[in-house]
């Protein structure tokens, strides 16, 4: 994890011409949260299949395995977190720094502040979100054995479209402020920009647009609707099914 | 009050193969036309039309031959299957143990696996830190209890999981066969702590092969053939109807002995 932060971290900020201090942190971040939301989603497709033998031989509910799936990638995104603190230490000089940029000429940032602790409620948001995902998610692919596969590599799309390795702020430094046009929706379109930047912003004192809790928001009360009603036609089901 | 009711449920299990578990293909095969005959899954129908009152003190043994649908019709009866048509409700906790190792994990201590496994089986975490040194003594396993499950032979991790499984207090105990790949000498250990562990429970239901521990533990029983109820009624009558014979006339003395029954009633047979 730290390692291949600091590698790409080296890389790119190299080929988009940012300055280590800051381009490292925001793509460590951006990793650690990547690595939970991206865990939400393949193992999320895995809950009920790799939990078979339980399922089986006990009449617990089927919430509890989608709960331990989403509890164990919070124990993982927390060991990752000591890989945060760790860059925090080394350059928290660029990063507290009001009005830092993350690439030559980008979007001036506030620097860190109390701000950083919208992170909590942040966190709480995406394990809550994984928790639909799981439900949902699993269920679907309990009955369709190729989901998983499916949904593996769209994650693997996904990752790229992603403003992790990279920011908004170079599409907008490339193209011109106003010319970006399109090319920005590249971003706002993906739901997984959201969520990331909900977590990520605080974290290392980026700004950060309330339109991103917006759509988080409406994704959670949704994704939430759609596993409620998958529990209730499918939950006696997945026991057939695993 | 624990209370087990089922009315006329079935069970039907869908049998899926590579193309109907695949979500491309279902989709894709609308665009295609039909090529094969039959496009439904094929299902087999485990249980049929099953009903069942079963209420506080009924030990209930469960026989028939493999592929019956005992073991099905024990996780109907947990709650793992709801019926696909008809009807069941289940009153009280259930402690199903149909398999002696499930939920234990080889890279945890065994001492850890105690306290998951009565987990699993729904005690909670002060009831099992009181079971503990009880179990430890039960299982023999002195020092090594402190060693990772992955090191122990299939022995001991049966003698592990079957002292945490008899140290439970069940309010509706579910037992599947395999009970009894145990040494003799434990194995006597074993069945008084069975025997105690079922005057626990609220009800029993017990699919077994072995006659004398179903006498041991069972005071009726159920015949299951092909996924009906072939045959419900007092245990002797079942096992006999069962077995084409008296089953006490094979059970050697100790045993009988021990279930405090006089052996072969000449009278008896006539009446069946």
Known sequence: MAITAVGLGLLYSQLFQAQIGTFLPYLTVGFIVWNFINGCLTEGTETFIRNEGLIKHLPAPLTVYALRTVWRLTLMFAHNLLVYFVVLAIFWGPLSKVGYTITKDGVPQPGLSWAALLAIPAFVLLAVNGGWVAILFGIISTRYRDIPQVIMSITQLLFFMTPIVWSTDILAARFGEDSAGWRIWVAELNPLYHYIQLLRAPLIGNEQSWHHWVVVLAFTVVGWGLALVAMRNYRARVSYWV | MVSIDVWNASVDFPIFDAKTRSLKKAVLGKVGGKIGTEQKVPIIEAL?????????????????????????????????????????????????????????????????????????????????????????????????????????????????????????????????????????????????????????????????????????????????????????????????????????????KDTLERLGESPVLTTKSGEI
């Open chain 2, 48 to 252: 049929h039309d099953i009903s069942l009152n079963l209420k506080t003190g009924d030990r209930v043994g469960l026989v028939g031959h493999n592929g019956a649908g005992k073991s099905t019709l024990l996780r109907l009866l947990a709650g793992i299957y709801e019926p696909t048509r008809g009807s069941s409700r289940i009153v009280g906790k259930i402690a199903p143990v149909f398999d002696l190792g499930v939920g234990m994990d080889p890279e945890i201590s065994g001492l850890e696996n105690i306290m998951i496994r009565g987990l699993f089986l729904g005690m909670t975490r002060k009831q099992m830190e009181k079971r503990v040194e009880d179990i430890a003594e039960f299982t023999e396993l002195g020092d090594y209890l402190q060693m990772p499950l992955r090191t122990y032979s299939t022995g001991m991790r049966v003698r592990l999981a079957l002292g945490v499984v008899t140290s439970i207090d069940p309010e509706i105990l579910l037992l599947d066969e395999g009970i009894g790949a145990v040494d003799a000498a434990f194995l006597n250990k074993a069945r008084s702590r069975m025997v105690d562990l079922v005057k626990r429970s609220g009800m029993l239901v017990f699919a077994s092969h072995q006659d004398d521990l179903l006498f041991e533990l069972c005071n009726s029983a159920i015949w299951m053939d092909e996924g009906h109820v072939k045959m419900q009624g007092s245990l002797r009558e079942v096992i006999t109807a069962y077995k084409g014979r008296d089953p006490y006339a094979h059970l050697d």
